[in-house]
């Protein structure tokens, strides 16, 4: 006899939520709430809803054409800001799942997290940083929460994607090597262990991937990575699969696996973290004295020994450098443009001015675009 048909409602979702989570996950149930009240959804949580906003909104669409680390016209098949922000919810769900964390608001905080990332990678960051410095400064979290509060504008009532605080909290927070933001409004605590655990995928993303796209690319050989402990714990960890290859088939197939490395330690490290840290609230851990989501003593200065060789050899290289330093004096450029003359910036824009002050508004038109956008700008403005 079939089953008859069912439908689960968001407060089904909930009730699960309650069940199964962990004390110390989050709870869409129990979000602080949206800036903005609006009925809640018969079918979706609070965190569903977020995540399908972020998938939707015209900055997530644009990170398609916004460079990772090599340029999005060197070839189709390296990674771009879009397809970074992919794995890492990939990764972040994995990570998630085995710990009894909330996917759901994991994986939006993950879609969610480069949004305010600038054309041409951090190099279009650094030289908005320069610009912005005497005008409030610039840094990609706390204008990834701008974006989600402010510009984006799809619902007549009010401005942004009226996010939940617990997904705005992890962006604003979201804390690497490479970044550093300072979120006053958020408090200074660690985020949600889900918030945390976007932060490590970010790093296991981009170590994995850039790696990966720098061996076909070619910038980096094969006999360079063969001595690097990392490398030589993957190659014991999974010796069986790799018994027939030759060094750089090897090298390749192990760049791959590091993701899966480097992923299980972090699940068992976290959880005796976890475990060890006694947290049995959200509010617990933002009142922890460190973050708990992290990779074990052992692993640790592998991947720092790993990233000081991708800072060297990849982000340093001549076919790369060159391009990011260009690809800044573009930003500068194309930033002084509209400065000189305003009526260059959209109607959109321009109407805000008062508001919130010229810089302010050309910085956020800049960092909204992708490459090509900005190229085509330049070309359309300076390269005269």
């Known amino acids: 006899m ?29 979000t602080q709430g949206r800036v903005h009240p609006e009925p809640e959804h018969a079918y979706r949580t609070a965190y569903q809803r977020d995540r399908d906003r972020v998938v939707h909104s015209t900055a997530f669409r644009r990170l398609e054409y916004k460079t990772q680390v090599f340029l999005t016209h060197e070839g189709d098949h390296f990674r771009t800001r879009l397809t970074h922000t992919l794995e890492v919810a990939q990764i972040a769900r994995t990570l998630a799942r085995a ?26 960051e650094e030289a908005l940083q320069e610009l912005m410095k005497d005008h ?23 401005r942004g994607l009226n996010l939940t605080y617990e997904v705005r909290e992890c962006i604003a927070k979201h804390a690497t090597g490479y970044d550093h933001p300072a979120p006053a409004e958020f408090g200074s605590g ?42 030589r714990q993957a190659a014991a960890d999974f010796a069986k699969s790799l018994a027939d290859l030759s060094l750089d088939q090897r090298i390749r197939r192990i760049a791959k696996l590091l ?73 500068a450029r194309l930033f002084e443009a509209y400065r000189a003359d305003p009526t260059r910036l959209p109607p959109n824009y321009r109407r ?29 403005l300076c390269d005269m």
């Open 136 to 158: 409030g400064g610039f840094e990609h979290n706390r204008h990834g929460v701008r974006i989600v509060d402010t510009l984006e504008h799809p619902y007549p009532g009010f």
């Open 99 to 124: 710990l009894d964390l909330n996917e759901d608001l994991t994986e939006a905080a993950a879609l969610a997290h480069d949004l305010g990332h600038t054309p041409f990678g951090h190099s279009g």
């Open 259 to 331: 993701i899966d490395l480097m992923v299980t330690d972090a699940i068992t490290t976290s959880a005796e973290a976890i475990r060890a840290a006694g947290v049995g609230s959200v509010e617990d851990v933002r009142r922890a004295d460190r973050r708990l989501i992290g990779l074990s003593a052992a692993l640790e200065p592998k991947v720092r020994e790993l990233e000081t060789l991708l800072l060297a050899q990849v982000y340093g290289h001549k076919r790369v450098a060159p391009k990011m330093t260009e690809a800044k004096r573009l930003v």
């Open 190 to 231: 660690p985020p949600p262990l889900e918030g945390q655990i976007v932060e490590l995928a970010d790093s296991i993303a981009y170590d994995s991937h850039d790696l990966d796209d720098a061996l076909a690319m070619g910038i980096m050989e094969a006999e360079a990575l063969a001595d690097l402990d990392i490398f």
């Open 352 to 380: 805000r001015v008062g508001e919130e002050g010229l810089e302010r508004i050309i910085c956020d038109y800049v960092a909204g675009m992708t490459d090509r956008f900005a190229q085509a700008e330049y070309r359309r």
């Open 2 to 30: 079939s089953r008859p048909a069912t439908t689960v409602t968001r407060e089904d979702y909930e009730r699960r939520e309650g069940e199964t989570l962990a004390p110390y996950a989050a709870r869409s149930a129990e």
